[in-house]
Nanobody, 123 residues
Framework: QVQLVESGGGLVQPGGSLRLSCAAS????????MGWYRQAPGKERELVAT???????NYVDSVKDRFTISRDNAKNTGYLKMNSLKPEETAGYYC?????????????????WGQGTQVTVSS
């Protein structure tokens, strides 16, 4: 019902920048909160940043002042701009979104995940 597709990952040198995108498609009424998570090999998935539909943002302390989460509600797309990347931030980056589906009085909201995009920070 809701498909999320990430893009924009790749190989970047330490100190470099990348901009990830997360495009939502499908038969939904709205995409509410969106978030970005990352998972390095052998580690648990961790929250990076979230944004409400109204634009209120939240970041994990380690990325504050370097990463910026944003969204374009008209395009149903979220973004994560990452600056000053560090080698230890090499990971798969995943977006999620709370999508409302259905119609009339019969609507539900579920959390959907994309398949991820790889970010490798290395010289």
């Amino acid at each position: 019902q809701v498909q999320l597709v990430e893009s924009g990952g790749g190989l970047v040198q330490p100190g470099g920048s990348l901009r990830l995108s997360c495009a939502a498609s499908g038969a939904f009424i709205s995409i509410n909160a969106m978030g970005w998570y990352r998972q390095a090999p052998g580690k648990e998935r961790e929250l990076v940043a979230t944004i409400t539909r109204g634009g209120i943002t939240n970041y994990v302390d380690s990325v504050k002042d370097r990463f910026t989460i944003s969204r374009d509600n008209a395009k149903n797309t979220g973004y994560l701009k990452m600056n000053s990347l560090k080698p230890e931030e090499t990971a798969g980056y995943y977006c999620n979104g709370d999508g409302t589906v259905g119609k009339g009085l019969k609507t539900t909201t579920n959390t959907y995940w994309g398949q991820g995009t790889q970010v490798t920070v290395s010289s």
